[in-house]
Structure formats: C-alpha cells, structure tokens
C-alpha cells in the first residue's frame, strides 16, 4: 500500500481539492445551492465514514447507526430548547451520549454473530425512533426546531454558510484523520484481524469482544458529532433521522463507495447524495433510475467505486 | 514429582447423545512430543478444541502448568502459553504473512488499546514476526499477502503464528494435512527441531511422521485412550492392530 499517484489517490486528491473550494466557486457563480447540497453531503460523509469504521475495518454490520446522527441532533435541538444555547456544552453532551448509547447496544448486540446482529442492532435504532417519537415536549413525531445554531463565543458563527461548511468539512477531515491513524493502530490491527477471522484472533490471545465494543464506541461517539453537525444544518430535528431507511441509507453509501477503503464512504456519499437530487428533479419516481444503478455498482464493482478505481489502476 | 505440564483428566465431550470425548485421561510431560493418533472420528480434533478453549467440556478437568484451564477462555490459555495450529489453514488471509507472526507478538506484548501509532512500524513487533518467520524457513515471503502464499507455505505460516505467542506447549492439528512429499519432509525436519524448544502435542495422520518424531503416542478410538506409551511399544499393541486395521499394517510395514 504505498502512496504512489495511482487513481485512487489521485481521485482522492481531486475530490480534497474539490470540497475546499466549492465555497469559492459557489460565491463567485452565485450558487448558493451546491454550498447548502455540499454541506449535507459532508455531514453525511463523516456518517458514513463512522460507518465505515465498524463495518469496513470492524466486519460488524450496524443496520442502526442513523440513531447516533438522531441523538447527538437531538443532543442539541433538546439543549437548545431549554436554553443552553453553548456548543461549548451542546458538542460534549451530543459525543457523550452518543457514546454511551453505543456502549449499551454494543455490549448486548455483540454477543450475537452475523444475521442476528444485524436485526438486533436495527432493533435498537427502531427504539431510539419510537423513544423520540414519543418526546411529546420535544415535538414528538413533528420534531423539534431549533430556533439558534449552537453558539461558540463568536469563535466561530455556524450562521455563516461558509463558515458553517468549513466547520463540517474540518469535522470530515479530522474524523477521517482519526479513522486512518486508528486502523493502523495496534488497535485497528486487532480490530482488522477479528473481521477476518475472529478464531484465529482469540486462539492468539486477542479477546476479541472488547476490542470490538471499543470500536464500536468510537463509530457511534464519531456519528453523534455527524448527528450535532445535522441538527445544526436542518435546524430542525425529527425521529424520522433515526429512521432505518436512513441507516440503510448510510449503508449504501458505505458499500457504494467501497467498504474498508478510508475515501470510499465520501465518495459514496457525494455520489448518492448527488445522484438522488439530480433524479428528483427529473423524475418523483428517482428511486426507480438509482436503485438498478446501484445493483450495478454492487454487481460490477466489488469494493465499490474504490474497487473500481483500484482495477483501472492496476492496469 | 513434578506434575506434568499438561494434565487431562476425565474429560468427557457430549454432543447429544454422542461422547466425543469419553472419560479421557492423559498427561503430557515437560519437553515431550507426544503424538495423538486414532481413525477418522475419534475425537482428535474435539480434544484439541477443548485444550484451547473453542469448545468446553461436559465433564473432566484440564490442568496446563499447575493451573486448571477448565473454563478459561481461549485467549487466557493463549497468555499462559498454549498456542495451537488448526487442522484446516486458519490464518488471516487479507493479510501479508509478517502482519499474521506480527499480531501474534503483538498479542502478548500487553493490550492492544493503542489508537495512534502505526502499528506497522513497531519495530520490536516485526522484528519477533521477521526470527519467527525464519524460523519456518518463510522470511523470504514476509510480505506476501497470505492468499497468495502456496498452502504449504500456508502450513509453515500457521507454525510461525503459534511460535511468536512464545509458547510453552504447542498444540499442532495435521501440520502435514494436504502437503506434498517433499513438503512433509521439511515439515517434518522443522518439528525435529522446534521439538528441541518446546513441549508439542501433535496430532498427525502421516504414521511415518508420527513415528519418526514421537516421544510418546497416544492412541484414540471413540473418545478414548486404548493405548499410550513409547512408539515401539504402540507398534506392537495387539489391541491398537485390532482398533486400527488398515493404518495399523500401514504402521508395521513402514515402521
């Protein structure tokens, strides 16, 4: 795995450059549109790539990780209602509950193997929806809006587009920063090596359990800063973030992209999220154009775009 | 006198109605190759899973270095140093091979809750992974990813793996299942020296194998010990030629 400029790297690189300065393109052209699109997509890049870390690296198939982005937004949409308006405080308590809202489910889903965690890990989402469905003083089904972005003593204003797109895209790069220096760590390898084969890795003397449940806190704890990102963008927060669609979403991004590759998941993020708002445009029955496209993805390209990318540069 | 380093005691392995493992006793001494052998489905492999911890026992007791096993997990038997090779080729194969002797290093150089540093770059960690992979004859191929390794380097690899835990006692599964004639031989020289360093229980089909390594055999026919003691003394049993027909001829004629 070396750095060479292979088209990998050398897409990665492009998309990098790209994301830095569509604000510039955006002033200049007048578009405030890719700006507000573009923000979105980088807060559910960073999803994604939580995502990605249990799911690509950790072999651990979450089917309800929209429910961080739902707490760590309803972290803050709740703070803000009753008055504390700091991201000095809001920040902290979205990360941490988030936190341990995967240290519980965690610590019970990871008992269970394949298919079973799965559901199990969707069950919980599906608890987390209902549970703020039913937060009649936070708005209950109709969500919650959040009249003031969370304040950070003039530091930085995330009423500013700009700014606020900045703030995302540091979060982004700082996440995946993270991300990469975690997977090469002792404790990626570990991680890593229980996803290929978890027998091995205890007969070794790894106890597996734990290393697994450790990064799943780091995933869940990442996406809750995604979830605080989100409620700041939407101002709004609902129980329909923490819908199951929308971890299948997150899923899809991941695998679109490319499971354990560490850009896969921005990439699959821009190219889903993009394609959904060009389809819609044309047609209300988008879904129909997406979902063989991305069966040819699936089909075509395992290891998704990256997989793609990573064949035309072999050869 | 000095218990042995591993003590099996009546142990019993019920699957339904089945005992895989019947009431079995058996004590493998301090520095000793001590062979296990016994026809397709006498329980080899179920014993060596309950060693190690994959699977556990209905009943009996086990007892590695004055310490009862019995219910730890397998990676607490792997800190007091018992490693294992598995009969079917269990390695990481997304992996090179350095990576695989790596982690198992790594597994015994305290915990692994390091989250910055590139753990590819510890040097004392590929240093142990580049003498264990010498060790086996494989330094040549340390950073060929494993799929791509032939299976005999496969085999070779998974003793690599077990020898970088700095094991007390090995416990091998069919090292030489599926290799070639001349892979076998390499094999079976390896064995001839690592059993110089540390106590091997060996379960092998290849009878010269067996017979050319073994301080001692123990023979295994439906979960039970028929017979155990010095490798001339189990060639000429009367009750193992009976149990064993086919191999048993196969035994005296190359033996």
């Not at chain 1, 690509?56 to 760590?72: C, D, N, P, R, W």
């Not at chain 1, 047609?283 to 075509?300: C, D, K, N």
């Not at chain 2, 004639?181 to 089909?205: F, G, N, P, W, Y």
Request: proline letters at 2%; aromatic letters at 10%; charged letters at 15%.
């Amino acid at each position: 795995m070396t750095a060479s400029l292979n088209a990998r790297n050398a897409v990665a690189a492009l998309v990098v450059a790209g994301l830095l300065l569509l604000p510039l393109y955006s002033q200049a052209s007048g578009n405030v549109f890719a700006l507000t699109l573009f923000t979105r997509i980088v807060i559910f890049a960073l999803a994604a790539s939580s995502l990605n870390l249990v799911m690509g690296y950790g072999g651990m198939m979450s089917f309800g990780h929209a429910a961080y982005l739902g707490i760590g937004g309803y972290a803050v949409g709740i703070l803000a209602f009753e008055g504390i308006g700091s991201g000095f405080i809001q920040w902290p308590v979205a990360l941490l509950v988030s936190a341990l809202f995967a240290l519980v489910i965690g610590a019970l889903s990871l008992r269970t193997r394949g298919v079973y965690f799965i559901m199990i890990t969707l069950a919980f989402a599906q608890m987390a929806y209902y549970v703020a469905s039913g937060l009649s003083r936070y708005g209950g089904d109709d969500g919650l809006t959040i009249y003031k972005r969370s304040d950070f003593a003039g530091l930085i204003n995330l009423s500013s587009r700009v700014q606020f797109y900045y703030l995302c895209l540091g979060c982004l790069f700082g996440g995946l920063y993270l991300i990469w220096r975690i997977v090469n760590s002792r404790f990626g390898m570990v991680v890593r090596g229980a996803r290929s084969n978890e027998a091995r890795m205890q007969a070794i003397g790894f106890p597996v359990t734990r290393y697994r449940l450790v990064c799943f806190v780091i995933a869940g704890t990442i996406c809750g800063l995604a979830g605080a990102l989100f409620a700041n963008n939407t101002d709004f927060i609902s129980p329909s973030v923490m819908y199951w669609t929308r971890s299948g979403d997150l899923m899809v991004m991941v695998i679109l992209g490319g499971m354990g590759s560490l850009f896969g998941p921005v990439l699959g993020a821009i190219v889903y999220l993009a394609l959904e708002e060009l389809l819609s445009r044309i047609t209300e029955y988008w879904a129909l154009i997406m979902g063989p496209l991305l069966l040819l993805v699936v089909v075509f390209g395992r290891g998704g775009i990256m997989g793609l990318l990573g064949r035309f540069s072999r050869e | 006198m000095s218990e042995p380093l591993l003590r099996i005691e009546n142990l019993v392995k019920r699957f339904g109605g089945i005992k895989a493992t019947d009431n079995l006793s058996l004590d493998v001494a301090s520095g000793q190759l001590h062979a296990i052998i016994g026809p397709n489905g006498a329980g080899k492999t179920t014993l060596i899973s309950q060693l190690t911890g994959q699977l556990r026992p209905s009943s009996g007791s086990i007892r590695f270095a004055g310490q009862d096993i019995t219910r730890l997990p397998a990676y607490r038997r792997s800190r007091l140093g018992l490693a294992r090779s598995f009969q079917i080729t269990s390695l990481l194969p997304d992996f090179t091979a350095a990576d695989n002797v790596a982690l198992a290093a790594q597994a015994h150089d305290g915990h692994s809750f390091y989250f910055w540093g590139n753990a590819r770059g510890e040097k004392h960690l590929r240093d142990a992974a580049r003498s264990a992979l010498a060790r086996v004859g494989l330094e040549r191929r340390a950073d060929v990813v494993v799929s791509k390794l032939s299976h005999g380097e496969q085999r070779q690899l998974e003793l690599a793996v077990a020898l970088a835990t700095k094991p007390l006692l090995l416990l091998l599964d069919e090292p030489m299942a599926g290799l070639g004639v001349t892979e076998s031989a390499d094999m079976v020289k390896l064995l001839q020296e690592l059993r110089r360093e540390v106590t091997i229980v060996l379960v092998e089909h290849d009878m010269d194998a067996v017979f050319a390594l073994a301080d001692r055999i123990s023979v295994l026919v439906y979960g039970r010990v028929i017979a155990s003691g010095a490798p001339d003394v189990i060639r000429k049993d009367e009750e193992v030629k009976r149990a064993y027909l086919g191999e048993a001829h196969a035994v005296v004629r190359h033996g």
